[in-house]
Structures are given as structure tokens and as C-alpha cells.
């Protein structure tokens, strides 16, 4: 019995049926939905109890993520360097202001850090607070900034993120400070939204090769990014990091 909908007394009517046709039952608890494959069974004084552990990786784990994070991050740099000339002056030449575009995010922990990205909009039609998220033909957006969002290379000063240790390669997504989903904050539509910072975000992530990308303009565009950014946490592995960088290359 899993997973189950129905109210809970239906489910023990069932359950009662099937014992009395001596039949062996197996029982998914209904919270193993939302604590995940890490939640382990102990028991005290013969009551049977759920452990679930943090969402968080352990030390060594962490180690190894830093270290490929600035040894693969590096050589992204020198590699990508030309391309960072390139469009900085593609930038320039396309319309007035800044070359980077710095917005506050959610990062580890929850702490905020700031974000960078090539600047793709109008300076004077910026959205920080993200009230109003980009859409397909967005008026807001520069004729260079479309070209570097259809290619998502405007995620590319990401990679001094990384380096500063705010960010990892691979992680959930960061969201912006108070963004808003059919005008619900985040955390108000996912209970578990807070989850996702357990872990450094990323740049790219789980969610993103499975297709889930672009803006969030309804509640289970959110919870679908979030259950796959929990899935990950709860999955993590140095070849679960390398499979979704694979995935975010060949997409490309």
C-alpha cells in the first residue's frame, strides 16, 4: 500500500480487508513522499519511528565538490576567455550601461549573495526583485541579450561565483530575493522550498537538463523544479555531477 490518496480511514478499511484474507501486507509510510529515499526505521521502546536526516552532504563530499569546482572552473575561464571579449564588446556596441547584471540570490543556508550575469535587458526596464519574470519576445530584453539567453551563455560570469565558493557547477538554480509565482512567494507554495539550500546552487542543475527551465510562471512549473532539486540533494554523487554536466553540454 503506497501512496495512496485516498483518506486515511479508506486506506485502513483496505488494510483490515486484506488481513482477514491472510494475505501479507507491505505499508509505504505517506511521509517517505516528502522525506525521500535517505529516511532510515528505528525503534524505541517497540514503537516503530521514521529518522530523517538533514538534506546535506557530508564533509568529504563537500571537499571533493570544491575541489572540481575550482580546478573545472578555472579552466572554463582561460578557455572561455575570448568568448568573454567577444560578447563584452557585443554588449558595448548593443546598448548603454553596465556589461554585468548584479541581482541578490538565495544561496546556501539561505544567505544572500549577489549573482552575476551578462546584462541582457535595458538598464532603465531591469527587474531585480524578479516581480515580473522574462517572457518569450520580453520588450524589456536587449536584441544582443536575446541571443545571449537563447543560448544561455548570459550564465557565464557565473563561473567568478564558483570561484568565490557562492556557487557550485552543478546545483539547484538560485532564485531571487521575494521572487514571486502568480504573486505567491516561493516558500508559500513548496513547504519544502527551503530544502534546495542545503546545498551551494548551481549553474546549472538537475532540473535544467530535465527540461525545466525558463521562467516559472505557475505553481507546478515551481514545485516540479524544487521536488527535482531535492532529488538531487537527497542523490548527490561526484558522477550524478558529471552526468547533469554532460547533459547541460550536449542540450547546449
Partial sequence: VAFSNEPDQATMEVIRSLRDR??????VPRLFEIVGPRASMHVVEGLPLMCVPPARLARSSL???RVFDLAVGSLL?????PIFVYIIVRIRRDSPGPVLFRQERLGLSGEPFTLLKFRSMYVDRSDLEAREQTKRNDE????????LRRLSI????QLFNVLAGEMSLVGPRPHALGMQVKARLCDEIVHEYAVRHRMKPGITGWAQVRGLRGAIDEPALLEARVHHDIYYIDNWSFLFDLRILVMTVVEL
Avoid at 142 to 147: F, L, P, Y
Fill in 22 to 27: 491472510d494475505v501479507i501486507i507491505d505499508v
Fill in 140 to 147: 524589456r530584453v536587449t536584441r544582443v541579450g536575446a541571443w
Fill in 77 to 81: 575561464f582561460v578557455l572561455m576567455l
Fill in 154 to 157: 548570459d550564465e557565464l560570469p
Fill in 63 to 65: 571537499v571533493l565538490k
